[in-house]
């Protein structure tokens, strides 16, 4: 849980939020490089190096995200509805897809998240993977940090149109009156308008239409870990808010049954069977170091 005393208030974009996310709009995107599924190939896709088979779209065009064996995470105002059929995929292009069902759900407390349940558990043959929650220790850890923004380009249901565009994270804020806490956002500003934001990454996304319920994520060790779930837009500066995932950890694994979510960051603590192996290869260490002759 951040501390309140760690939060940046930023109250004067609440009147310019806008509730509902449409087509991601990416500076400079194409198919080459955005869109996951392009049918040239992946190979200079920008996420072709991460596992992206998490992520399901709805007959609906509501958004899946999944956080592990049968639950997964949407956004509350645009979530899917019990008896949708969701999809997923393996990989990116010409990858196997298979299909599920959503059983039902329900918000996570008063934000807009929304914990959905798959009628049944992935099937290990698959190769369907949830996602991670980053948890880090303090805010700093997550601003300025570089993110992959997940959406539909101009939000048509079709394979090919799941596009990835990067941002930054600029902060993290209390949108209390807005009716949901501790929301993210990143900016896009790649002409400049507003120069104090981050504006030089490549491939800049914002989320619009359609896109709300879809996931951030910053890369941690090597793998993707879910940062936040797209909820809202503002229009000057710019801007797209997500839900902050990692303050809504307990209560998320409060509502799950039987599962739980996985987390990785520096505020995670590694299991016990880690912290024996830590402890013994320092014993060992010390323990050659002692019989060193100088």
């Known amino acids: 849980m951040i501390k309140k005393s760690t939060i940046l208030i930023f109250l004067f974009f609440i009147g310019l939020v806008n509730g509902h996310l449409s087509a991601l709009i990416i500076d400079s995107g194409s198919d080459e490089y955005n869109n996951r599924f392009n049918t040239t190939g992946d190979s200079n896709f920008i996420g072709k190096a991460y596992d992206w088979s998490g992520v399901g779209w709805t007959a609906g065009s509501r958004w899946v995200t999944m956080v592990s064996d049968s639950y997964f995470l949407s956004a509350n105002h645009w979530h899917p509805s019990s008896g949708d059929t969701v999809t997923f995929w393996e990989g990116n292009y010409g990858s196997t897809s298979h299909t599920y069902t959503v059983g039902g759900g329900q918000r996570v407390g008063s934000t807009d998240l929304w914990l959905g349940q798959l009628t049944t558990t992935l099937d290990s043959a698959h190769s369907i993977n949830p996602f991670p929650v980053l948890m880090h220790e303090t805010v700093n850890e997550y601003v300025y940090q570089e993110i992959f923004v997940y959406g539909a380009q101009q939000g048509n249901n079709v394979t090919g149109e799941h596009w990835v565009g990067k941002n930054v994270v600029d902060a993290i804020g209390d949108l209390a009156s807005a009716g949901f806490i501790q929301q993210f956002f990143a900016n896009q500003d790649p002409d400049g308008t507003y120069p104090w934001l981050n504006s030089t990454i490549a491939y800049e996304a914002k989320g619009e239409g359609g896109d709300s319920g879809a996931p951030s ?55 016990p069977a880690s912290l024996l192996l830590l402890v013994l290869a320092s014993f060992t260490i010390l323990h050659r170091r002692r019989r060193i002759k100088v």
Do not use: K, R
């Open 217 to 271: 994520f910053h890369v941690y060790d090597g793998q993707l870990a879910l940062t936040g779930i797209h909820w809202a837009t503002s229009n000057d500066p710019s801007s797209t808010f997500d839900t902050f995932v990692s303050e809504y950890y307990s209560s998320i694994n409060s509502l799950m049954s039987g599962e739980s979510l996985s987390a990785v960051g520096t505020a995670v603590i590694p299991e």
